[in-house]
């Protein structure tokens, strides 16, 4: 696959535009013009490839590897094995030289708990008006499915810095384990920077509820007695997750997930409702195909769900998330073409065109690298301020409040404490009718800057302190070098970086140098664009990644069809969403639904 | 990545950027350094301007040498062990380490420095090897030609600027064609690695920063180096055959980016190494590390006095 000749003069002009002005500053047609410029330029220009030795898996004989999803995610790519399954590398968004991780003495400084404390730390909650919690659950949900850099490391000391004085942390020194280094690193590597393995699949295949290998996938298919027969996943006699008994938070009530790391109430609603999903798209293709057995049912059913998620995310969530005329227009072609929705449901996908249909059904091309998730997607998508710190939930009927609690409250088991008391439908009621955080400075949840590993000893976790150190650790590169990176206008002061004066003077403060600024910092200071919950900076990669996911996924694209999904099968992508979802499992919130234009923007409250 | 450029009857060149590819095509043998005029009009032209340009009586210089020229692997062999900072012998002075310290520090011009470099690697080869302001200005015409093409370059050579450039290069380095390709050639991505070394000491990220991750961001492959085919080859980088007399250019420069390792800067494990890979490592680590000390700071870049506290 090269760039094709029309596409780098496309990418060109807009280079040049750019430096005059900003794409989300041109007239409505241009703009779009220029994203499809933007992912051209990126697609070519920042993805790297990190793999020297990759795997060599071996096709399982006993498995349609052609028509589904192998459970590690090998063989998606008929022709590179190894793409994109589980254990292997993280890419890369910036050139691979500039990715080497810092080290002391400049890892820590400015000091990452000064930055949480000053910068980072909630003082009062910022709600973002135009948007419901189940936008951040929804996030986490997929963040699970994309990407995990697995347990840290405990066999290497752990990172230490001092906290400063008049802290109320603890202890006089902060302690944070270290990302668990790439063990299958080679002489091929020798020279290059650090590496770290995604220990689920890369791709949107649903590894977050299906597992990343075959004992997980048959561990969420195993009721009590055995191995569900019927292709569905297990749920309780409630409808709810069954409780996980090998938790490796040893909590009784937590529920059980392939991953169910860091779990909460959003997490816990989201995870429900796709397991109740998939159950009924089995429901729905054995009637279609009864004399089908339990296993194809779950794998037919597994890729409609996944399909049905990566389009929910498409055309819906983003749309939420960047609340623009333009950005609503190109997402939704990114799943329908620019002919769009309603000539997609008149005549289909006739063109296999990616600009004119839409990327399903679009050949599948991995551009300049084979296809990964990339250590800076993982960093833009640290929107831990959109997590609220205090919930009330609230009947659907009358909006009357049943349960007031703190994020601490539904942490791990405690989720299972709220459904006991709580009905499924008023959770995703009182979910939907709360704001969640504002992606900004101060607005990082309080909870989660001090979240109790073993209190009784004294430790605890700073999360915000924690992204800050990942970040340099893992060599993203700072807020001004990451943008020069993707050849985006560089901040010189503080002034240019954020209009909020006040800002301006804490950041110069604690760094001194706008040089030094933290991605994270700098994202979240940044002046957004009109209708943006993110940068315009977290946005460029968002533009490379996101339309990547679908694109270099053979089941999203080349057999994106009915002989694969089943006719049933794409009808069911096709024609539902999450409305659809929402409505199928809890189906008295059709009322408060009833005016909702999209499912992740705030809810109307009940009237008593 | 490869991108093809054929005008029938007047240009055949491959541009090859991906690092895979590269590899694959290095070891490829119908694809090799012998430079001989054939296929189109400006092929032969870039074949001839090789031959005349880069040849002493008729000899080309070593990184433009064939793979199977026995006297070039002979002389990589005995200069790569020659050229080794661990085997002991000393390959650059504390005088010249300090100037080009103080280069990255900022303190002294970049010519300066570039002489400094010119001389280390001339004296290499013959101790009195005597590097200049003209000498050096010469290495940078002859890379200037080296790496591309322009206008200014017809002039150059009908002036006779280029000729004299070259000539006095050779005459300093003896007409031996390693000396000449290391003082006038191979320099150049020492320079080059000091000038990032000096932006890179002046960044903010400099403190953030160990020696291997320096040297892997100081370091960067030639832009390309070109190869001809010698027999109709078939491969993937390309839909139809390519035809002797092709041009294909392994453009390294690019696939640094992609792989900024010791086997795109240095071609290292292939039949065409550096021999200075040990060499220029090991002179860019101790640029790095006198340039800290002087600053009161370690190799890690801690400071040396608070190290020294109990």
């Not at chain 1, 409780?243 to 909460?264: I, S």
């Not at chain 1, 059709?590 to 999209?598: E, H, K």
């Not at chain 2, 002489?115 to 280390?120: D, F, G, H, L, M």
Request: with cysteine; proline share 7%.
């Amino acid at each position: 696959m090269k760039i094709r000749p029309f596409e780098s003069i496309v990418a060109a002009l807009f280079r040049i535009v750019n430096r005059r002005r900003v794409w989300h500053r041109l007239p409505f047609l241009l703009a779009v013009i220029n994203l499809l410029a933007l992912r051209i330029d990126l697609r070519w220009r920042n993805l790297f490839d990190t793999e020297t030795v990759p795997r060599n898996p071996v096709a399982p004989s006993d498995f349609d590897i052609r028509r589904c999803r192998t459970a590690d995610g090998s063989f998606n790519d008929m022709s590179i094995g190894w793409m994109g399954m589980a254990d292997t590398r993280f890419g890369r968004n910036a050139p691979l030289a500039q990715t080497f991780g810092e080290k002391p003495p400049g890892l820590y400084e400015p000091n990452p708990r000064v930055i949480s404390r000053e910068l980072l730390a909630r003082r009062t909650f910022v709600p973002a008006d135009s948007i419901n919690v189940l936008l951040p659950a929804w996030l986490q949900f997929m963040v699970h499915d994309w990407l995990s850099h697995g347990v840290n490391d405990t066999a290497s000391p752990p990172h230490r810095f001092p906290v400063p004085a008049g802290d109320d942390w603890p202890k006089p020194e902060m302690t944070i384990l270290r990302t668990c280094p790439d063990q299958q690193r080679g002489p091929a590597d020798e020279g290059r920077p650090a590496t770290s393995r995604n220990a689920v699949t890369h791709w949107w295949d649903g590894s977050q509820m299906y597992g990343s290998d075959r004992k997980m996938q048959q561990c969420v298919r195993g009721a009590p007695t055995g191995l569900l027969a019927n292709g569905k996943l297990h749920l309780d006699e409630t409808g709810h997750l069954p409780l996980d008994p090998e938790a490796a938070n040893k909590d009784p009530d937590q529920e059980l997930a392939a991953v169910n790391g860091n779990w909460w109430i959003g997490l816990s609603a989201m995870h429900t409702l796709f397991t109740r999903e998939h159950n009924a798209i089995v429901d729905r293709l054995r009637i279609e195909y009864p004399d089908k057995d339990g296993e194809w049912l779950f794998q037919k059913a597994r890729l409609i769900n996944a399909a049905l998620i990566a389009k929910i995310h498409a055309t819906e969530w983003t749309h939420a998330l960047l609340q623009s005329p333009t950005l609503q227009y190109a997402m939704r072609a990114s799943w329908w073409g620019m002919l769009g929705e309603a000539y997609f449901k008149a005549f289909g996908r006739p063109l296999h065109s990616e600009l004119l249909s839409g990327i399903p059904s679009s050949p599948q091309e991995h551009y300049a690298a084979p296809y990964a998730i990339t250590e800076e997607f993982t960093a833009v998508y640290r929107l831990h301020s959109l997590i609220p710190d205090d919930y009330s939930f609230r009947r659907h009927g009358d909006d009357k409040e049943v349960l007031a609690c703190t994020l601490a409250d539904l942490f791990a088991g405690g989720t299972t404490r709220v459904h006991r008391s709580v009905p499924f439908e008023d959770v995703l009621y009182s979910l939907g009718t709360s704001n969640p955080g504002l992606p900004a400075l101060h607005n990082f949840p309080t909870h989660l800057r001090k979240i109790p590993e073993k209190p009784e000893q004294g430790i605890f976790t700073d999360l915000a302190a924690t992204d800050i150190l990942r970040d340099r650790e893992r060599g993203v590169p700072r807020y001004c070098a990451f943008r020069r990176m993707l050849r985006m206008s560089v901040p010189t002061s503080f002034q240019e970086l954020t209009e909020n004066a006040q800002w301006q003077r804490e950041l110069a403060t604690i760094y001194g140098d706008v040089e030094r600024v933290d991605l994270l910092t700098g994202t979240l200071a940044e002046t957004k664009p009109p209708g943006f919950a993110i940068s315009d900076t977290a946005f460029r990669i968002f533009i490379v990644m996101a339309g990547r996911r679908i694109k270099s996924d053979r089941f999203l694209t080349d057999d994106y069809t009915p002989e694969v999904y089943t006719p049933a099968g794409i009808a069911w992508v096709e024609e539902n969403g999450m409305r659809e979802v929402l409505l199928r499992h809890a189906p008295a919130l059709a009322p408060v639904l009833a005016d909702v234009r999209n499912s992740f923007f705030p809810w109307p409250r009940s009237r008593g | 990545m490869a991108r093809r450029i054929r005008l029938p009857g007047l240009l055949d060149v491959v541009l090859v950027s991906e690092p895979a590819e590269i590899r694959t095509l290095n070891e490829e043998r119908r694809l090799d350094r012998r430079f001989v005029a054939r296929g189109p009009l400006l092929n032969r032209l870039i074949t001839r301007r090789i031959r005349k340009w880069f040849a002493i009586k008729g000899e080309p210089l070593p990184s433009l040498a064939p793979r199977g020229d026995a006297e070039r692997s002979e002389r990589q062999r005995a200069l790569a062990a020659a050229l080794d900072p661990a085997d002991g012998r000393a390959l650059w002075t504390d005088a010249q380490l300090a100037r080009l310290a103080a280069f990255v520090r900022g303190e002294i011009a970049r010519d300066d420095a570039a002489v400094t470099v010119q001389e280390v690697v001339g004296k290499l080869f013959y101790d009195d090897y005597r590097a200049d302001r003209e000498t050096w200005q010469a290495a940078e015409l002859i890379d200037w030609f080296r790496d591309g093409f322009s206008p200014e370059q017809i002039l150059w050579q009908i002036s006779g600027r280029l000729r004299r450039a070259r000539d006095l290069l050779l005459e300093r380095a003896r007409q031996d064609r390693w000396a000449m390709h290391g003082s006038a050639i191979g320099l150049h991505g020492i320079v080059h690695a000091l000038e990032r070394m000096r932006d890179l000491r002046s960044a903010p990220e400099a403190a953030s920063l160990d020696e291997e991750a320096v040297i892997g961001r100081c370091l960067a492959p030639p832009k390309q180096v070109p190869r001809t085919v010698e027999a109709t080859l078939s491969t993937p980088i390309a839909a139809d055959h390519l035809r002797p007399g092709t041009v294909v250019m392994l453009q390294l420069g690019a696939a640094g980016e992609r792989a900024p390792d010791a086997e795109t800067v240095f071609m290292r494990g292939h039949w065409n190494a550096c021999p200075a890979q040990a060499f220029v490592t090991g002179l860019i680590r101790a640029v790095w590390r006198r340039s800290l000390q002087e600053d009161g700071r370690d190799e890690r870049g801690h400071h040396l006095h608070a190290a020294a506290v109990p």
